[in-house]
């Protein structure tokens, strides 16, 4: 591997701190290769300088059947607000992501007391299937990184059998998906050193700056006929 030159690519008045990345998982197995696959990013983020943390689902409730200051709520906003990139891996279940994996994702909203946990971040997604590959979780979380306005990176990773893929240790193997998760967190080290000291111009939008926050809550409270 090589590591990133962040000459290349950040911003002149970059704050030079390592770059903080939040990694979410979507599965409360015991052994979830989905959380494995986590923790081989966790590793290649540390590798290139990363402060990377592993966000625990365990305990998070379903949305709305808890306040937002349940204990795993709370943590799980404030790892939000404290990254400046994500990385969301999945399992395919019927399809389609998983549920514990949307409601992490539901949990945060689109602006938070005037800050806004995910606008204008980063985020790689990837996926884990017990079958023949497939790609409908990752085309899932794409469209949920846009609509949380996130700067999702081209590259992605769909782990075919992953139970064939991780050694007793719980290590990934050498092979053509190991070397697709080191691409991904290359690509997504790039961007987040590229994006957070510019992320304030890339999401300053004229339809915001138009509208007073009165304007918006008429707007969309109003009555449907």
């Given at each position: 591997?090589?590591?990133?030159?962040?000459?290349?690519?950040?911003?002149?008045?970059?704050?030079?701190?390592?770059p903080r990345i939040l990694l979410l998982y979507g599965s409360l197995r015991?052994?979830?290769?989905?959380?494995?696959?986590?923790?081989?990013?966790?590793?290649?983020?540390?590798?290139?300088?990363?402060?990377?943390?592993?966000?625990?689902?365990?305990?998070?409730?379903?949305?709305?059947?808890?306040?937002?200051?349940?204990?795993?709520?709370?943590?799980?906003?404030?790892?939000?607000?404290?990254?400046?990139?994500?990385?969301?891996?999945?399992?395919?279940?019927?399809?389609?992501?998983?549920?514990?994996?949307?409601?992490?994702?539901?949990?945060?909203?689109?602006?938070?007391?005037?800050?806004?946990?995910?606008?204008?971040?980063?985020?790689?997604?990837?996926?884990?299937?017990?079958?023949?590959?497939?790609?409908?979780?990752?085309?899932?979380?794409?469209?949920?990184?846009?609509?949380?306005?996130?700067?999702?990176?081209?590259?992605?990773?769909?782990?075919?059998?992953?139970?064939?893929?991780?050694?007793?240790?719980?290590?990934?193997?050498?092979?053509?998906?190991?070397?697709?998760?080191?691409?991904?967190?290359?690509?997504?080290?790039?961007?987040?050193?590229?994006?957070?000291?510019?992320?304030?111009?890339?999401?300053?939008?004229?339809?915001?700056?138009?509208?007073?926050?009165?304007?918006?809550?008429?707007?969309?409270?109003?009555?449907?006929?």
């Amino acid at each position: 591997m090589q590591p990133v030159d962040p000459g290349l690519y950040a911003a002149s008045d970059d704050p030079g701190h390592a770059p903080r990345i939040l990694l979410l998982y979507g599965s409360l197995r015991a052994r979830s290769f989905s959380r494995l696959v986590a923790e081989e990013a966790q590793r290649l983020l540390a590798w290139h300088g990363c402060e990377a943390r592993l966000f625990d689902p365990r305990g998070l409730p379903l949305v709305d059947a808890e306040p937002v200051d349940h204990p795993k709520v709370r943590e799980l906003r404030e790892a939000a607000m404290w990254s400046e990139g994500m990385i969301w891996v999945s399992p395919e279940r019927h399809g389609a992501m998983t549920g514990i994996m949307k409601t992490q994702i539901d949990w945060l909203p689109l602006s938070l007391g005037g800050v806004r946990p995910t606008q204008g971040k980063t985020l790689a997604v990837m996926q884990v299937c017990g079958g023949s590959q497939s790609f409908n979780a990752v085309n899932q979380l794409r469209i949920l990184g846009r609509w949380m306005r996130m700067v999702t990176i081209p590259n992605q990773s769909s782990v075919a059998r992953a139970f064939a893929e991780f050694g007793e240790d719980d290590r990934m193997k050498p092979s053509s998906y190991y070397n697709r998760i080191v691409d991904v967190v290359e690509e997504l080290v790039k961007f987040t050193w590229m994006v957070r000291g510019r992320a304030g111009p890339l999401v300053d939008r004229y339809s915001e700056r138009v509208e007073t926050t009165a304007q918006t809550s008429a707007r969309v409270n109003q009555r449907s006929i």
